[in-house]
């Protein structure tokens, strides 16, 4: 009886098996990066299209992801884990400052890596939207990571005596709408500031989360 083909394992060029295929996938994502986050944009972007600017084949292509769906979904996780690492990375060169510092140390980091490269910008806040149910719960998932993140960073400051102690998540919650929502619209050209302006009024709405006028009037 014939047996189950396998997939190859040997080294060719110098690379083994496992190497040309992450090789591969990297291509179609950067190649979904370019064409989704700058032009045409996801919905006018072909199987083909996405091989031909990877320099790859469309079965190549159909080896790695189901659809193209499956490079948006990639992508949009990997904007996200960019600008997380940038603002635990912040985070840890703050530590020991000021919650003050801390928070907008760590907002500053995000904003950049997210917002530098306006591909990332239109994948994490324009591309995702509206396409699937699947990926719809996708982006609410990758939004409770990050009201976790805020609400483990305010507790840790509320146990310091560096912010008001409540539950954070609504007042988190309604951040990261805040955050998702303007600079969605500052991508998009409605909102006539400079990105500097845009973060510092976003740092000055998360600081009054965290030391809300009541709290700092019953502490004087």
């Given at each position: 009886?014939?047996?189950?083909?396998?997939?190859?394992?040997?080294?060719?060029?110098?690379?083994?098996?496992?190497?040309?295929?992450?090789?591969?996938?990297?291509?179609?994502?950067?190649?979904g990066?370019?064409?989704?986050?700058?032009?045409?944009?996801?919905?006018?972007?072909?199987?083909?299209?996405?091989?031909?600017?990877?320099?790859l084949?469309?079965?190549?292509?159909?080896?790695e992801?189901?659809?193209l769906?499956?490079?948006?979904?990639?992508?949009?996780?990997?904007v996200n884990?960019?600008?997380?690492?940038a603002?635990?990375?912040a985070?840890?060169?703050?530590?020991?400052?000021?919650?003050?510092?801390?928070?907008?140390?760590?907002?500053?980091?995000?904003a950049?890596?997210?917002?530098?490269?306006?591909?990332?910008?239109?994948?994490?806040?324009?591309?995702?939207?509206?396409?699937?149910?699947?990926?719809?719960?996708?982006?609410?998932?990758?939004?409770?990571?990050?009201?976790?993140?805020?609400?483990?960073?305010?507790?840790?400051?509320?146990?310091?005596?560096?912010?008001?102690?409540?539950?954070?998540?609504?007042?988190?919650?309604?951040?990261?709408?805040?955050?998702?929502?303007?600079l969605?619209?500052?991508?998009?050209?409605?909102?006539?500031?400079t990105?500097?302006?845009?973060?510092?009024?976003?740092?000055?709405?998360?600081?009054?989360?965290l030391?809300?006028?009541?709290?700092r009037?019953?502490?004087?």
């Amino acid at each position: 009886m014939a047996g189950k083909l396998k997939a190859p394992t040997g080294r060719y060029g110098g690379k083994s098996a496992q190497e040309r295929q992450a090789e591969r996938r990297r291509r179609f994502l950067d190649a979904g990066l370019q064409l989704f986050g700058d032009s045409p944009g996801y919905r006018a972007t072909t199987v083909a299209a996405l091989s031909e600017a990877a320099g790859l084949s469309t079965r190549q292509f159909y080896e790695e992801f189901r659809n193209l769906e499956d490079v948006l979904a990639a992508l949009h996780l990997q904007v996200n884990d960019w600008a997380e690492e940038a603002a635990l990375s912040a985070l840890a060169e703050a530590d020991g400052r000021p919650v003050d510092e801390r928070t907008t140390a760590a907002f500053r980091a995000y904003a950049a890596n997210v917002t530098g490269d306006p591909r990332r910008l239109r994948i994490a806040f324009v591309e995702i939207i509206g396409v699937s149910p699947r990926l719809e719960r996708q982006r609410l998932a990758r939004r409770s990571r990050w009201i976790d993140f805020i609400c483990g960073e305010a507790d840790a400051a509320a146990d310091r005596g560096e912010a008001a102690p409540r539950d954070y998540r609504v007042a988190a919650a309604a951040f990261i709408g805040s955050v998702n929502g303007l600079l969605h619209d500052w991508s998009s050209g409605w909102v006539d500031a400079t990105l500097d302006e845009v973060v510092d009024e976003l740092v000055q709405l998360l600081l009054g989360v965290l030391r809300p006028v009541w709290w700092r009037v019953e502490r004087t």
